[in-house]
């Protein structure tokens, strides 16, 4: 069954009998019928704390199809609750770049609020499926989110449609792009290795089911077999020869590799360090090599701090 997680503005469209109530209705239709699960994060709290929409939201929640799921709580925030996520920085860090990205285009349109990235902190954190809302701030970076983390951001409207055309069918397409999403991300870290000396690890990817189950418990062997054969006609990735399957990263394409990964956006170093801190992999050798590549990226920081300020 999909997992979708609606906005706030989604819940208030519907109860408030707003323009488009009657599309966040199907929404709502579709999780009272069981053909989803549906749930909104735990700071919708944060979005609405007093006032006859928070009443309406309590009572919604004493129905089995109406749920929450965690979020990314703000440690300055009493909004939060035990099962909430500790903030996922590296979203944050990955939209202030865009926007850095876009003020240089000259576009000026503000970054979501802090509880709007909250709530798509959680839908990812959570490892669901589609996250549906009409924030135009958060919109608007759907395909930069889609492409840098799996993360799927639609419209109700949007929604409806693909989920009339394909039901259940749309969640292989998903879970080929989460699954994806995690194998750039230990890309990400190598090539980050690679850029600051770690040449004398190369660091092979070799994915099973197993080193999936954490995250993705419902992928099957063959997605993941296809994503990553996918990944090697691109040029990322290059097929070992043995018995299971083994990729290392293309070096001979490593620019190609370096841009697909990175996407479009120029980061500098200090969101790269803050982009590696997490907890990125299932893989024990890529962790190992995050860990290293923290550290001297952090060296080379402070070294660089210190030197600016005594300029």
């Known amino acids: ?47 609405m704390p007093d006032g006859p929409l928070r009443e309406a939201l309590e009572s919604r929640l004493a129905k089995s199809w109406f749920t929450l799921s965690p979020a990314a709580i703000q440690y300055d925030s009493d909004s939060g609750e035990e099962t909430d996520y500790a903030s996922d920085f590296m979203i944050d860090d ?69 989920f009339s055309e394909e039901g259940e069918g749309m969640l292989r397409g998903i879970r080929e792009l989460q699954i994806e999403g995690k194998v ?19 660091i092979t990817l070799s994915h099973t089911l197993r080193m999936f189950t954490s995250l993705l418990p419902k992928a099957d062997q063959e997605t993941i077999e296809e994503v ?28 190609w590799a370096k841009k697909w990964v990175a996407g479009s956006v120029a980061v500098d170093e200090k969101w790269r360090m803050l982009c590696l801190i997490r907890d990125m992999s299932t893989n024990p050798e890529v962790m190992e090599m995050a860990i290293k590549v923290r550290e001297r990226t952090r060296e080379t920081l402070e070294a660089k701090w210190a030197r600016e300020e005594r300029e």
């Open 1 to 47: 069954m999909l997992e979708v997680t609606i906005d706030t503005n989604v819940f208030q469209e519907y109860e408030k009998k707003q323009d488009k109530w009657e599309v966040a209705g199907k929404v709502f239709a579709l999780a009272e019928q069981g053909k989803i699960d549906m749930t909104l994060t735990t700071r919708v709290r944060a979005d």
């Open 94 to 162: 990955f939209m202030a770049a865009l926007e850095k990205r876009d003020r240089k285009r000259g576009r000026r349109k503000k970054i979501p609020s802090q509880i709007d990235r909250d709530h798509v902190q959680g839908y990812h954190l959570s490892r669901r499926d589609v996250f549906l809302t009409w924030d135009k701030e958060v919109l608007r970076w759907a395909a930069d989110l889609k492409r840098r983390f799996g993360i799927l951001v639609m419209t109700p409207e949007a929604f409806l449609e693909q």
């Open 184 to 202: 750039l991300n230990d890309c990400q870290i190598i090539v980050a290795g690679r850029e600051l000396g770690f040449e004398e690890m190369e």
């Open 228 to 255: 990553l054969e996918n990944l090697a006609d691109k040029g990322i990735l290059k097929r070992r020869e043995g018995v299971e399957p083994t990729y290392v990263l293309a070096w001979s394409n490593e620019e």
